[in-house]
């Protein structure tokens, strides 16, 4: 890899937003032919930098320099001009055209373009890289994995120079993030840059040579990868220690607060388990096994066919969330922007959504009930916003979850099901969302957790039920817990265990 040859650089870049500073000052070049790693914390200026790099936004001041060209700001056109491409966490697809036709759309192959030659384009770079996806096929059919897959293939035929990643392994299986990986490898064996930003510091230390550091808006470090290690980087992430990844919890598993029994709907068929007072289920398998679509039946967001659902022993017929939240069932969905808050309203409106008509007499809002209850939660999740006036939408993805969270807690539920309840946060904040794990199994309450992050899964479950092909594949006590167990069961080889 080429040593000093600095392909982009930005200096003293700073952009404000009212009432915040996103980046101060910042500066930090990038090499021909090397992964450059950022991380920092939901809200340190990760997006806004990358941004800043692609045109998004326009800095009040600073300069980037890309291949010995300067400006003040970029724009999407010069951008792409320079060979600058980048993949957000928000795909940027049109689901009613194919794969192909996204992966070549803008293109121009000659002066005729037709479905035949899209589809060759499409199943040459897929052939390249070991991808098993139709060209032909809608997108809006297609896994978020898949799309994830498709958004990085559109990159690579545009011959980006500049490629960067945000958050790109999140939807993904461990088989398709080897697949990525194996991308950049080739991509940084043709002298291209990766920039890739991820909170998962387990794939920082796979795949990057170099990692920088931002913390509130400014830049703290640069460093080559292989002279630190984690508590370092999460140190200068965080700026202080966190002194357990995850947190000791002194509760014991208590009374069944919630039993599926023979649960079926969603796609998924005959799901039994039990979650228990003071402790955390575990839910894992891998994705599409089914695991959101029946926690979406528990909770009534999703239509049950049969089977049952019983909160403290006894059956209960939940047909909407409205209903699952009155029997003391709360969920923090997958999918935060879409099912979790509403990103154009304020806090104090999100957080109080649940218990609104709680709060309204002759359909006029409490007022002074809605202060102090968002109030309450907001300080509790210690979610970081200028005021309970703020949109979610200008909030950073952490701060977006524990929104989620709040409004779910606002309710008074008693068993709490989390979704990939850590998906696109900081280590700071996974960390704050663990303890609040703990503070609710110390309060009697039954967490439900799914997750596709097997260190969490391991680290916080009490037990780990386990999915595969839209069934359950078996269950492991706390002294079976591995890595392999779970994949075994995952994979679908433990089927035959499967409880009754």
Same mark, same amino acid.
């Given at each position: ?225 292989? #002279?630190?290690? @984690? =508590?370092?980087?999460?140190? +200068?992430?965080? *700026?202080?220690?966190?002194?357990? %990844?995850? $947190? &000791? ?51 009534? #967001?999703?239509? @049950? =066919?049969?089977?049952?659902? +019983?909160?403290? *022993?006894?059956?209960?017929?939940? %047909?909407? $969330? &409205? ?51 968002? #109030? ?125």
């Amino acid at each position: 890899m080429p040593e000093e040859i600095n392909v982009l650089s930005l200096g003293h870049i700073t952009k404000l937003y009212p009432g915040v500073v996103a980046l101060d000052d910042v500066s930090m070049s990038f090499r021909a032919g090397e992964v450059h790693a950022i991380v920092g914390e939901n809200g340190a200026g990760k997006s806004t930098f990358i941004k800043a790099i692609t045109g998004a936004i326009q800095p009040e001041k600073g300069s980037i320099t890309v291949q010995h060209n300067s400006y003040s700001a970029m724009t999407p056109a010069l951008a792409r001009h320079h060979g600058i491409e980048c993949i957000y966490q928000e795909f940027n697809l049109i689901d009613t055209l194919s794969a192909a036709e996204n992966i070549c759309y803008g293109e121009r192959y000659g002066k005729l373009v037709n479905q035949k030659t899209m589809n060759k384009v499409a199943q040459d770079v897929f052939d390249q890289f070991g991808i098993d996806i139709n060209p032909r096929a809608l997108v809006r059919n297609l896994t978020s994995a898949q799309m994830q897959i498709i958004e990085i293939a559109k990159a690579v035929t545009k011959s980006a120079r500049i490629l960067i990643l945000d958050e790109p392994t999140a939807p993904l299986t461990v088989t398709e993030t080897n697949i990525l990986f194996n991308i950049i490898a080739q991509m940084k064996g043709y002298g291209a840059t990766v920039i890739y930003i991820s909170h998962r510091l387990d794939e920082i230390f796979r795949i990057a040579d170099r990692v920088s550091v931002l913390r509130d808006g400014k830049y703290i470090t640069t460093m080559d990868v292989a #002279a630190t290690n @984690r =508590q370092e980087l999460i140190r +200068l992430m965080v *700026g202080r220690e966190l002194s357990d %990844q995850y $947190p &000791r919890r002194g509760t014991s598993p208590g009374e069944v607060a919630l039993e599926l029994r023979n649960l079926t709907g969603n796609g998924v068929k005959n799901i039994s388990l039990k979650a228990r007072r003071g402790e955390v289920l575990g839910v894992a398998g891998l994705v599409g096994a089914g695991r959101s679509e029946i926690m979406k039946v528990a909770y009534g #967001a999703e239509r @049950r =066919q049969w089977g049952q659902v +019983l909160v403290n *022993g006894k059956p209960v017929n939940i %047909q909407s $969330p &409205r209903q699952a939240l009155a029997g003391g069932i709360g969920l923090i969905p997958e999918d935060r922007k879409r099912e979790g808050c509403f990103l154009m309203e304020s806090v104090r409106w999100n957080i109080t959504y649940n218990v609104i008509k709680k709060i309204s007499r002759f359909g006029i809002v409490d007022t002074k009930k809605e202060n102090e209850i968002s #109030a309450e939660y907001s300080s509790r999740m210690r979610i970081k916003t200028p005021s309970l006036s703020q949109k979610v939408l200008n909030l950073s993805g952490g701060n977006q979850q524990k929104v989620v969270i709040a409004k779910a807690l606002a309710a008074r539920t008693e068993i709490m099901i989390f979704d990939e309840p850590t998906r696109g946060i900081d280590v700071g904040a996974k960390h704050e969302i663990y303890e609040l794990m703990n503070e609710l199994c110390a309060e009697n309450k039954a967490i439900v957790m799914v997750t596709s992050d097997m260190e969490e899964l391991l680290g916080m479950s009490d037990r780990i039920v386990v999915f595969a092909e839209h069934e359950m594949a078996g269950e492991l006590e706390r002294g079976e817990f591995s890595q392999e167990a779970v994949l075994e069961l995952a994979s679908g080889r433990g089927m035959d265990i499967c409880p009754d």
